[in-house]
């Protein structure tokens, strides 16, 4: 592969991971929104954009012994790097973003089977303890 093909591969593998950088943007924007309607979409963009990367890497892999010839391959190789960083923090951030949501609709749901809960009575101690007996729950009290 010459070098020219070695150019025009890594400009598409940072043309991807740029589009694949808009597609976590987006992600976090409908996890702040709470937008779960919109997530299946954007999920399966992204499934598409890493199938043109994993494509891509197989194409880029032969030529990394180029880059020490070449200079402009090697910054376009850095910057490809920190483009994937960037991704990986990306990806954290909104891996965050749906494990506090998951946390909070677990926590609502338990306060829903709670308040629902016709085996046990719950109370609460003067210090905020749960109290569980084994009375039914036949009203909920506030």
């Known amino acids: 592969m010459n070098n020219q093909n070695s150019h ?6 940072q043309n991807c ?3 694949f950088l808009d597609q976590l943007s987006a992600e976090r924007e409908l996890l702040l929104a709470g937008n779960a309607n ?6 399966l963009q992204k499934q598409d954009t890493i199938t043109k990367l ?5 194409q880029f892999s032969p030529m990394l012994d ?9 910054k376009k190789w850095q910057e490809t790097i920190n483009l994937l960083k960037k991704c990986q923090q990306m990806n954290t951030e909104n891996s965050s973003l749906v494990n506090n949501r998951l946390k909070q609709t677990t926590n609502t749901l338990n306060q ?3 308040l629902f809960d016709t085996e046990h ?9 749960q109290i569980i007996t084994s009375e039914p729950n ?5």
């Not at 025009?8 to 593998?13: A, E, N």
């Not at 994993?54 to 197989?58: A, D, I, P, V």
């Open 8 to 13: 025009q591969v890594i400009s598409d593998l």
């Open 17 to 19: 991971i740029n589009s």
């Open 38 to 43: 919109d997530l299946n979409k954007i999920t």
């Open 54 to 58: 994993s494509k891509l890497e197989t």
């Open 66 to 74: 180029k880059f020490a010839n070449d200079q402009t391959l090697d």
């Open 112 to 114: 829903l089977h709670s």
């Open 121 to 129: 009575a719950v109370t609460y101690s003067e210090n905020g303890n």
């Open 138 to 142: 036949r009203s909920v009290h506030a």
